[in-house]
């Protein structure tokens, strides 16, 4: 009873603090770009730039991280992550120049590695150890809300203190929430295992399993960074009215919260595999229903799309456990995420520049082809 408690009360702190770390920074610039660009005389694309340029440097510290992880607990990552996710927000907050605000960006880009989702996976996994698995979908349940509660708040702190003041603002709930979730609710890891261990759970999984899973879970990243930057312009450029446009992608939260609830209840058993293979269907079948249906199947590729990526998520953390154990899953899937963040910095540029060039059905042809590679590369893993 007292473990499972335990377990809860983790679960429900690192769910919190991960709400409050995407919410603070991936979801930042959706609201925050424009009156940043105008009060510095700067384009927002290059605000776009410095946050791509963070999701880079993300990618590039995702291993190192891991690794920190794996051999000393996630508890300590997490807690230096606020520190730092304060520092970031606060340079971007008091940000005088094109420079001050750039090097607040890249601050930033170190917090997102130390304190997203692959930091909390790789927590669980030293832990929980195989048992990862529900803890991880429960941490989701919690994150899903990140840009529901984000959007709303940081516009509303922007209305009433500015764009700084919002950035101080998240700073602080930084230091006066996250911290103490992540430093005083979060448990000490258990020792690592040995490294022959390590070496065996790894050996147990088929050679090429890396290099397939990096590859699924780069072109499902994809599809997740360009259809968040441009849902949308997609959506009214299918024909959609600007109106059901807005109202269709305010469903892709509840959708993926949706998803993860069925994961979490009668979809518990399913194996990852599976799981995975269905997300890509999913989201496969919804960019057909829009080429072939048009504007009215919009709330429907919405649905599908969240659903699918909310599966997405959880399979990031528990495909690699299931496939390669828990051991030195800090470090692997700081390599296995590494390809799908730089991918994803310049996604939303490139399907940008695709949707405007090549028109809709364009987009949504590519969107197609990378769930179908995904979903076909999946088939080269092994269920054990």
Excluded at 66 to 83: E, Q
Excluded at 182 to 204: I, Q
Excluded at 229 to 240: D, R, T, V
């Amino acid at each position: 009873m007292f473990q499972d408690r335990q377990k809860a009360t983790t679960v429900t702190a690192l769910g919190i603090a991960q709400t409050l770390a995407w919410a603070s920074s991936y979801y930042l610039p959706a609201i925050l770009a424009r009156p940043m660009a105008a009060e510095l005389g700067l384009s927002s694309s290059t605000i776009y730039a410095w946050f791509s340029g963070a999701l880079l440097l993300t990618a590039l510290l995702g291993p190192v991280v891991g690794r920190a992880i794996d051999r000393r607990g996630g508890r300590p990552v997490l807690a230096l992550s606020n520190l730092v996710f304060a520092a970031g927000l606060v340079l971007i907050g008091t940000a005088q120049s094109q420079a001050w605000m750039g090097a607040g960006w890249l601050v930033l880009g170190v917090a997102m590695a130390m304190g997203l989702y692959d930091a909390a996976f790789a927590t669980l996994a030293g832990l929980y150890g195989a048992l990862a698995k529900g803890p991880i979908t429960g941490v989701t349940l919690f994150a899903g809300f990140a840009s529901t509660i984000g959007w709303p708040l940081t516009t509303f702190l922007e209305a009433e203190i500015g764009w700084r003041g919002a950035c101080l603002a998240w700073a602080g709930l930084q230091l006066l929430l996250g911290l103490p979730l992540n430093r005083l609710l979060v448990p000490p890891a258990p020792p690592p295992a040995p490294k022959s261990a390590a070496a065996g759970e790894a050996a147990a999984a088929a050679p090429h399993a890396m290099w397939v899973i990096g590859f699924v879970f780069a072109a499902t990243g994809i599809v997740t960074a360009a259809i968040a930057a441009h849902q949308p312009a997609l959506l009214a450029a299918a024909g959609a009215s600007p109106e059901l446009a807005l109202l269709a992608a305010a469903l892709t939260g509840p959708a993926q919260v949706g998803a993860r609830l069925l994961q979490f209840g009668l979809l518990g058993n399913l194996h990852p595999l599976w799981t995975s293979r269905f997300a890509c269907v999913a989201q496969g079948l919804g960019t057909v229903a829009l080429i072939v249906l048009g504007g009215p199947a919009a709330v429907a590729f919405t649905l599908l799309y969240g659903a699918g990526n909310g599966l997405h998520t959880i399979a990031r953390g528990t495909l690699p456990l299931a496939v390669f154990g828990p051991v030195g899953f800090g470090q692997r899937q700081g390599l296995l995420s590494a390809p799908a963040r730089l991918l994803q910095a310049g996604a939303p540029l490139a399907f940008g520049l695709l949707l405007e060039g090549a028109g809709a059905l364009a987009a949504l042809t590519a969107i197609i082809a990378l769930c179908l590679a995904a979903f076909a590369a999946l088939f080269a893993l092994r269920v054990r």
